[in-house]
C-alpha cells in the first residue's frame, strides 16, 4: 500500500501540471481506495507513512488547485478532504468549507439539510476555532442572504438547535462569535423566535456567575463574550423601543437589569471587571421619559431624543405588558386589515435601585459616569417613579 501511495505522489510531482481529467480520475480513485483502507484498517496510524504521503500528495494537488493548474475533478478533490477532514490542516478544512458552502442555495431542495450537516460536522463536532469560526461565518451568511423567505426557519432548524447550549462551550472565542451572530439575528427577528433568541443570550449572559462560583474574574478579556451579549442586548433594546412586538424589548431591558442585580448580589465574581456595569448603567442614564411617560432615547446618529409610541413608563402599579389597557373598544366590530397599536407599561423601578446602588457602592470609573446625566435621570424618576422618593432623597442629600 505504501509503495502505492508513494508512486501516486512521484506522479503528481512530477507531472501534476500535465495530467488531464482522465488520469486524474484514476489518480484520485487509487486515494479513495487508499483513504478506504486506512478508515478500515485497525493497524493504520494517522502517522503512519501511507497516510503521511497520502496527506501531503492531498497538499500538493490544493496547491495546484489554488494557481488554477488542476484539470481534473474539484468536488472529488475536497470529498477526498471530507472524508478525511478531522485530521487535514486548518487552512485545507477552511478551504472545503468555503467549497461547500457555495453548494448552499435555496435552488437545491436539500440546501437546509446540507446546511445543517456542514454546521454540525464543522462547528458542533470538531474542536479547532478557526474552523468552528469559520462555519459559524457560513451560518450568519447563508442567513443574512436569505432572511426575508427562510429565516424562522433557518433559526428553528439550525440556530436554536445548534447553539441552545452555547453557554457551555469551553471557547471564549466560540462563544463570542455566536454571541454577534444571536445578536444579529435577534435585532432584525420580528417574530416570536426573537424571545427564543434572547433566551440563549442570557445563558452566555449570566455564565460567569453560575460557572465561576465565587472566584473573581481578572481580566476583561475574560468576559468577551458577556460583553458582546451585554452590547447587542442594548442594541435590541434601544432599537425594538419603536418597534412592536414591545415584548422584544422589554425582554432585553429584563435580562439588564437581571445582570446588573447579579452582579451586587454576587460582587466578587465582578469585582475587577467593571466595563460590563459601565455599559449599562450609561444605557440607563441615558432613558428619559416625556410629559406623557412616553420612553425615549437618543438618536445614535443626531443624538436627539426619541420617544417610544408603542412604550410607557409606568409610574403608578407596577409593569403591564399584557396589551397596554388605556386604548378605547373599537367603534365597530368590523375586520380590519390594520394591525393594532398596543401600548405596553414598562417600570423602572429596579433600574432606578440599581442606579442608586451604584451610587452608593461603586468607585472610580463608575461613579463619575453616573454624576453628569443624574440631574436629568432624576427628573425621570421624579416624575415616574413616586416609590422610592425617600430612597431618591438619601441620595440627593449626600
Known amino acids: ?31 479513495e481506495a487508499i483513504i478506504e483502507h486506512i478508515e478500515t484498517d485497525s493497524r493504520a496510524s494517522p502517522a503512519s507513512q501511507v497516510t503521511s504521503t497520502l496527506h501531503d500528495t492531498i497538499c500538493t494537488i490544493e496547491q495546484l488547485m489554488e494557481l488554477g493548474q488542476f484539470h481534473g475533478s474539484v468536488r472529488r478533490v475536497f ?51 478557526t474552523i468552528r469560526v469559520r462555519a459559524l461565518d ?44 444571536l445578536v444579529h439575528l435577534a435585532l432584525e427577528c420580528e417574530n416570536k423566535r426573537c424571545l427564543e433568541l434572547l433566551d440563549i443570550l442570557d445563558k452566555l449572559l449570566n455564565r460567569p456567575l453560575e460557572q465561576q462560583g465565587d472566584v473573581p474574574i ?23 423601543l419603536f418597534q412592536l412586538p414591545s415584548s422584544h424589548a422589554i425582554k432585553a431591558y429584563k435580562l439588564l437589569v ?22 449599562i448603567f450609561e444605557c440607563f442614564l441615558r432613558l428619559r421619559a416625556n410629559s406623557l411617560y412616553g420612553l425615549g432615547y437618543p438618536d445614535s446618529v443626531t443624538g436627539q431624543v426619541r420617544f417610544s409610541p408603542y412604550l410607557l413608563v409606568d409610574h403608578k402599579e ?39 446602588a451604584c451610587l452608593r457602592q461603586e468607585r472610580g470609573e463608575l461613579h463619575t459616569l453616573s454624576l453628569p446625566s443624574l440631574v436629568l435621570l432624576f427628573n425621570m424618576f421624579l416624575l415616574t417613579l413616586l416609590s422610592l422618593d425617600k430612597e431618591v432623597n438619601s441620595i440627593l442629600t449626600t
Not at 15 to 31: C, N, R, Y
Open 79 to 129: 470529498e477526498l478532504i471530507e472524508r478525511c477532514s478531522p485530521v487535514r490542516p486548518e487552512a485545507s478544512v477552511l478551504r472545503l468549507i468555503t467549497f461547500l458552502s457555495s453548494n448552499i442555495i435555496p435552488i437545491r431542495s436539500d440546501w437546509i439539510q446540507r446546511l445543517h450537516s456542514l454546521v454540525d460536522k464543522y462547528f458542533k463536532q470538531e474542536t479547532r476555532t
Open 1 to 31: 500500500m505504501y509503495e502505492v501511495m508513494l508512486s501516486i505522489q512521484r506522479l503528481v510531482n512530477k507531472f501534476g501540471l500535465e495530467l488531464k481529467d482522465p488520469a486524474w480520475d484514476l489518480v484520485l480513485s487509487i486515494m
Open 258 to 279: 437581571g445582570h446588573l442585580e447579579a452582579h451586587y448580589l454576587k460582587p466578587a465574581v465582578f469585582e475587577l471587571v467593571s466595563s460590563t456595569r459601565y455599559l
Open 218 to 240: 481578572t481580566s476583561e478579556q475574560d468576559v468577551a463574550d458577556v460583553k458582546t451579549v451585554v452590547v447587542g442586548l442594548i442594541n435590541i433594546f434601544t432599537s425594538k
Open 138 to 181: 457560513v451560518l450568519s451568511n447563508v442567513i443574512s442572504l436569505n432572511r426575508p423567505a427562510y429565516e424562522d426557519e433557518l433559526i428553528e432548524l439550525i440556530v436554536i438547535p445548534q447553539l441552545q447550549h452555547i453557554e457551555s462551550d469551553p471557547d471564549l472565542l466560540v462563544r463570542t462569535v455566536a454571541a454577534q451572530l
Open 318 to 356: 407596577g409593569e403591564r405588558t399584557g396589551g397596554g389597557g388605556s386604548s378605547p373598544p373599537p367603534m365597530s366590530p368590523a375586520p380590519t386589515t390594520y394591525p393594532t397599536c398596543t401600548v405596553t407599561q414598562l417600570s423602572l423601578i429596579q433600574a432606578c435601585k440599581l442606579v442608586i
